[in-house]
Structure formats: C-alpha cells, structure tokens
C-alpha cells in the first residue's frame, strides 16, 4: 500500500535545464506535504514544504506544485546545477500527526 | 548548536541477535523520530518519542522497541533480527511532537547488516 509514490526512479538533466520531479499520493487526508533531498552517506536534508491550502511555494530556485484534485506534486529546479545531484524524496504527512510518508525517490543527476 | 548524531555508523548482525542504535537529537528538540530505509526504497516510518513517551507507531511487529531519555537522546531495539532487518535506519530530531515535521533533521544514520 503505497500511499505516496515517485513514479521516476531516475532523470537527468543538463545543467542550466530544469528539473522536474514528480510526486503522486492517494490519501486525501495529507495535508502537508514535503521534499528531502539526501546525498550518499548523509541523512535526508529538508528543501521545501507545501500546506495543502496553497498550490505553489517558491524558494530561490526551487518551486513546489500541488493539484489537490489530481493529488499531484511536483518539484522544479530551475537553473539546475551539478550540486543538485542527489536522491530527492517527496514526503506526506496528514493532521496531528509527526509521522511522515515517503516516495520511493527519485534519483537526480546533472549533468555539466 | 550541534546537529543529530547516530551510533554506530555501520553495524553487522547476525540473525536472532538484538541490537541497539543510538540517536542524540539536534539541541533543544524533543521529538524523536525513527525511520527504516530499505535499499530502493523510501524511508518508513517505525515510531516517534515525544517528551520520553511513545507518540505513534507506524507498521512495524513489536520486537521494535524504542526509549528516549530525559536529555531528548533516543534508542532503537530489535529483537530477534531477521534477514529483511538489513536497511538503513534513520533518526530524526523536531522541535515539538505535533508539529509538521517541517524542521525535522536526520542524521546520516546506522547501515545494518543481517546476516
């Protein structure tokens, strides 16, 4: 029972391109929902959030959609660099709750 | 302000034996959250402490067990250990219990190895 799902276990992009990473989730209850990026040897590193009362959340280069209706979210990164290398994991959590639900993740590679 | 620290980095184990990971949350949070990370996989919630007490439990048997300590510190039992036990297995440190876990931070996390 995945009730969050990253479809795309890969991507790769050219520098300077945009990334765009995708995020599905079946529980209508989630009403936060977050992304983690995690390099190899480190634990997850939190990036950006999004409350379900918004559809948009910018910071600097990173932006993050959600639809409600299709219960979709996206990440875009945009210019993308060869730093941003790295797993990236979308994540859900639903009210009074601390318990987070991950993707499986999706791998992120950029290319100079 | 230092961040959230996991002992031991690497651990092998063999099957039946018991083993306990160790978590020092990041300065002045008292929520502890542990997760397991199979090797493909995301990360999955197995429970979280807040304030020494158990405050949710995700999908795992009860041979998982957890305590936290007055100073926030927490630790991470399994019991009878079974090959599929093999992951990685992550802690995180929040502010407060109900709060999103918007400022969760993970540490770099314990490698287990069942064999």
Redesign the interface.
Same mark, same amino acid.
């Given at each position: 029972d995945q009730q969050?799902k990253?479809n795309s276990p890969s991507l790769s992009v050219q520098e300077g391109r945009i990334s765009i990473l995708n995020c599905d989730y079946t529980n209508s209850m989630f009403d936060?929902f @977050?992304w983690?990026k995690k390099y190899p040897?480190? /634990?997850? #590193?939190?990036l950006i959030?999004i409350s379900s009362i918004k559809d948009k959340n910018e910071d600097g280069r990173f932006t993050v959609f959600l639809n409600k209706s299709a219960k979709h979210l996206s990440l875009h990164i945009v210019p993308s660099q060869p730093g941003d290398s790295a797993v990236y994991?979308c $994540?859900a959590?639903g009210l009074? #709750?601390?318990? @987070?639900?991950?993707?499986? /993740?999706t791998t992120l590679q950029v290319k100079p | 302000e230092t961040g959230?620290t996991q002992s031991p980095t690497h651990l092998i184990k063999t099957r039946g034996q018991q083993v306990t990971l160790r978590c020092s949350s990041q300065s002045g949070h008292n #929520?502890v959250?542990w997760?397991q990370q199979a090797l493909?996989? /995301?990360?999955?919630?197995i429970f979280?402490y807040?304030r020494e007490e158990e405050? /949710?439990r995700?999908n795992f048997p009860p041979r998982f067990s957890g305590l936290q300590f007055p100073n926030y510190s927490s630790e991470l039992n399994v019991n009878a250990l079974e090959l599929d036990d093999s992951a990685l297995y @992550?802690c $995180?440190s929040?502010h407060s +219990?109900?709060?999103?876990?918007?400022?969760?931070?993970? +540490?770099? +996390?314990t490698r287990l190895t069942v064999v």
């Open positions: 969050v990253q936060y @977050l983690y040897a480190e /634990g997850p #590193t939190f959030s994991f $994540a959590s009074d #709750t601390g318990k @987070l639900i991950f993707g499986q /993740g | 959230v #929520t959250s997760y493909g996989q /995301g990360p999955q919630f979280q807040y405050n /949710g995700g @992550l $995180a929040s +219990g109900y709060r999103r876990d918007t400022e969760a931070f993970f +540490g770099q +996390g």
